[in-house]
């Protein structure tokens, strides 16, 4: 019974990831093309980069997650069309 408990944890957890990576994604193609238009101040400096910091270690989180499983990461079309690759 608790492994059901902790799968259906780890399926919450991860379907909420899922949310707000989707929320991230439409908010970032809003973001983009504003802060072309405006002049930058430090604190927008300092979060987008604390940002990007936060998404690296999401993505690494990711992969050792994809490690654990024993999953493949995807691969690009280059590495599909690319022998050298394989």
Known sequence: MAKKRINSDVVADLTWAELYTAKIRKTLKI?????????TRAELMENAALLRQQLESANRT????????????????RSRSDPSIH
Do not use: D, H, I, Q
């Not at 990711?62 to 079309?77: D, G, H, V």
């Open 31 to 39: 973001l983009t093309p504003a802060v072309k238009n405006v002049e």
């Open 62 to 77: 990711t992969a050792e997650l994809r490690k654990m499983l024993s999953l493949e990461p995807r691969r690009t079309n």
